[in-house]
């Protein structure tokens, strides 16, 4: 009896510890911020930063790159520090998608993170068409946003 009262601790560890989080448990399958009727216009005509972009911005980067999350890194709380150049490169080159460390990061992120963000739901294949066009056409953002 004194035996298995010595083990009692041990398996109550063992069965109450916390659950590990996996990587697919902290990365959500993404589904799209703007109604479909915004995506298809958006992925058909010129990108409006107001109406496409920023959505995608607020509701899926901005939580972390923001001036408070990244005081250094990349935050898209406004274009002047999105289109300047951070230690790994420039974030958004307007008018070259190809360039910018922004769709970089979305589509390839570090091995142990498939995407961004890390946590959350994914910014989805449409998300990042428009994000993609939306550079392509210049990244307009009006000064006012």
Same mark, same amino acid.
């Given at each position: 009896m004194n035996?298995?009262?010595?083990?009692?601790?041990?398996?109550?560890?063992?069965?109450?510890?916390?659950?590990?989080a996996s990587e697919s448990e902290s990365l959500l399958p993404g589904s799209n911020v703007l109604p479909f009727q915004e995506i298809r216009t958006a992925l058909k005509g010129t990108v409006d930063f107001s109406? /496409?972009? @920023?959505?995608?911005?607020q509701a899926k980067c901005v939580v972390c790159h923001d001036r408070a999350s990244q005081p250094r890194g990349l935050h898209l709380d406004s274009r002047e520090t999105a289109v300047r150049s951070g230690s790994l490169g420039v974030f958004i080159v307007p008018g070259n998608a190809k360039q910018s460390?922004?769709?970089?990061?979305?589509?390839?992120?570090?091995? /142990?993170? @498939?995407?961004?963000p890390p946590v959350g739901e994914q910014v989805t294949a449409e998300e990042v068409a428009i994000l993609q066009r939306w550079i392509?056409?210049?990244?307009?953002?009006?000064?006012?946003?």
């Open positions: 035996h298995c009262l010595r083990l009692l601790p041990a398996l109550f560890l063992v069965g109450c510890a916390a659950p590990q109406r /496409h972009v @920023k959505p995608i911005f460390l922004l769709l970089a990061k979305i589509n390839s992120a570090s091995a /142990h993170i @498939k995407a961004m392509t056409q210049g990244a307009v953002w009006p000064a006012s946003e």
